[in-house]
C-alpha cells in the first residue's frame, strides 16, 4: 500500500465504524477501487485500525460509565454471545462471506429496508421508542450481543444492526446508538487481539507498525467527529437517510457486480 492508499483507509475507517452503514463493507470496497490485493498484513491493517475508532469512544463516554458500572456490566455481557459467534464463523467469515459482492451488497440492501420500516411504524405511532439505557434486562443485552454477532457478516453493519434492534425493543435513537458504541469496544479489540494473536509475526515490520499507530491515530480523530455527530444528529433526525443510502448503495454494488 502507499501512503496515500493508507491515509483514505484511515478516514474511512473513522468515518464509517460508528455509522450504521458497515465500515466493514466501505473498507472492503475500498481496497477494492484502489486495487490494493488482500494480503495478511491488509487484512491486520483493517482490524487493527479500528482500535483508534474505539478510543474515541472511551474519550468521550469513560465519565459516564464510571458513573455507572451497571452500564459497563450489560455491555461485557452483550459481548459474550458476539465473541462466542465471531471465533466460531470466523474462517467462513474470513474466507467466504468477505469476497462475496452479492452478499455485502444484500446485507447493504436488507438492513436499508428494515432502517425504513423501524422508521415507518414510528410515524405511524406502532413503535414508541421512549426507553434508556438503565432500563436494559440482562436477557435483552444477550440478544443484542446476538444480534451485534449477526453483523460478522459484512455489508450488515455491526451498529446498524445493534441501533435497529434497539429501537425495534422501543429504545431511543441516541441510546441506542450510545450502546452500539460502548459495546464496540470490547468487540473491536477482541477481534484486534485475536488478528495479532493468529497473524504470522514474520509480516510485522517496522514500517507496518508505524502506518497502523499513524492510522490508528487519525481513525480516532475522525471516529471522534463522527460520534459526536451522530449523537447530536439522532437527537432530532430519523435513520431514513442512512436505509435510504444504504439500498442505493447495495443496488450499485449489485449492478457493478453482473458488469464484471
Given at each position: 500500500?502507499?501512503?496515500?492508499?493508507?491515509?483514505?483507509?484511515?478516514?474511512?475507517?473513522?468515518?464509517?465504524?460508528?455509522?450504521?452503514i458497515s465500515s466493514t463493507a466501505h473498507l472492503i470496497l475500498t481496497t477494492s477501487f484502489l486495487k490494493i490485493h488482500q494480503t495478511d498484513q491488509v487484512a491486520l491493517f483493517q482490524i487493527v485500525i479500528q482500535c483508534g475508532a474505539i478510543l474515541a469512544v472511551v474519550a468521550l463516554f469513560w465519565k459516564k460509565i464510571q458513573e455507572n458500572p451497571e452500564i459497563f456490566k450489560k455491555v461485557c455481557v452483550a459481548f459474550l454471545p458476539t465473541a462466542l459467534m465471531g471465533?466460531?464463523?470466523?474462517?467462513?467469515?474470513?474466507?467466504?462471506?468477505?469476497?462475496?459482492t452479492f452478499i455485502i451488497s444484500l446485507a447493504l440492501i436488507i438492513v436499508g429496508?428494515?432502517?425504513l420500516v423501524?422508521?415507518?411504524?414510528?410515524?405511524?405511532?406502532?413503535?414508541?421508542?421512549?426507553?434508556?439505557?438503565?432500563?436494559?434486562?440482562?436477557?435483552?443485552?444477550?440478544?443484542?450481543g446476538i444480534?451485534?454477532?449477526?453483523?460478522?457478516?459484512?455489508?450488515?453493519?455491526?451498529a446498524g444492526a445493534v441501533i435497529i434492534g434497539m429501537m425495534a425493543m422501543k429504545f431511543k435513537r441516541t441510546d441506542s446508538a450510545l450502546f452500539s458504541f460502548l459495546l464496540a469496544v470490547p468487540t473491536i479489540a477482541a477481534a484486534s487481539l485475536f488478528e495479532l494473536i493468529n497473524i504470522n509475526q514474520s509480516l510485522i515490520t517496522g514500517s507496518l507498525i508505524t502506518s497502523l499507530i499513524i492510522g490508528?491515530?487519525?481513525?480516532?480523530?475522525?471516529?471522534?467527529?463522527?460520534?459526536?455527530?451522530?449523537?447530536?444528529?439522532?437527537?432530532?433526525?430519523?435513520?431514513?437517510?442512512?436505509?435510504i443510502y444504504r439500498i442505493i448503495l447495495g443496488i450499485l454494488l449489485l449492478l457493478i457486480g453482473s458488469g464484471n
Amino acid at each position: 500500500m502507499t501512503f496515500i492508499h493508507v491515509l483514505i483507509l484511515w478516514v474511512v475507517e473513522g468515518i464509517t465504524e460508528f455509522l450504521p452503514i458497515s465500515s466493514t463493507a466501505h473498507l472492503i470496497l475500498t481496497t477494492s477501487f484502489l486495487k490494493i490485493h488482500q494480503t495478511d498484513q491488509v487484512a491486520l491493517f483493517q482490524i487493527v485500525i479500528q482500535c483508534g475508532a474505539i478510543l474515541a469512544v472511551v474519550a468521550l463516554f469513560w465519565k459516564k460509565i464510571q458513573e455507572n458500572p451497571e452500564i459497563f456490566k450489560k455491555v461485557c455481557v452483550a459481548f459474550l454471545p458476539t465473541a462466542l459467534m465471531g471465533y466460531i464463523f470466523h474462517s467462513i467469515v474470513k474466507t467466504v462471506l468477505f469476497e462475496s459482492t452479492f452478499i455485502i451488497s444484500l446485507a447493504l440492501i436488507i438492513v436499508g429496508i428494515l432502517f425504513l420500516v423501524i422508521e415507518w411504524l414510528i410515524v405511524k405511532g406502532l413503535l414508541k421508542n421512549n426507553r434508556d439505557i438503565s432500563s436494559l434486562t440482562y436477557s435483552e443485552v444477550l440478544l443484542i450481543g446476538i444480534i451485534q454477532g449477526i453483523a460478522i457478516i459484512p455489508g450488515i453493519s455491526r451498529a446498524g444492526a445493534v441501533i435497529i434492534g434497539m429501537m425495534a425493543m422501543k429504545f431511543k435513537r441516541t441510546d441506542s446508538a450510545l450502546f452500539s458504541f460502548l459495546l464496540a469496544v470490547p468487540t473491536i479489540a477482541a477481534a484486534s487481539l485475536f488478528e495479532l494473536i493468529n497473524i504470522n509475526q514474520s509480516l510485522i515490520t517496522g514500517s507496518l507498525i508505524t502506518s497502523l499507530i499513524i492510522g490508528s491515530i487519525v481513525a480516532c480523530i475522525s471516529a471522534l467527529l463522527v460520534v459526536k455527530w451522530l449523537i447530536k444528529y439522532l437527537q432530532n433526525h430519523s435513520l431514513i437517510y442512512f436505509g435510504i443510502y444504504r439500498i442505493i448503495l447495495g443496488i450499485l454494488l449489485l449492478l457493478i457486480g453482473s458488469g464484471n
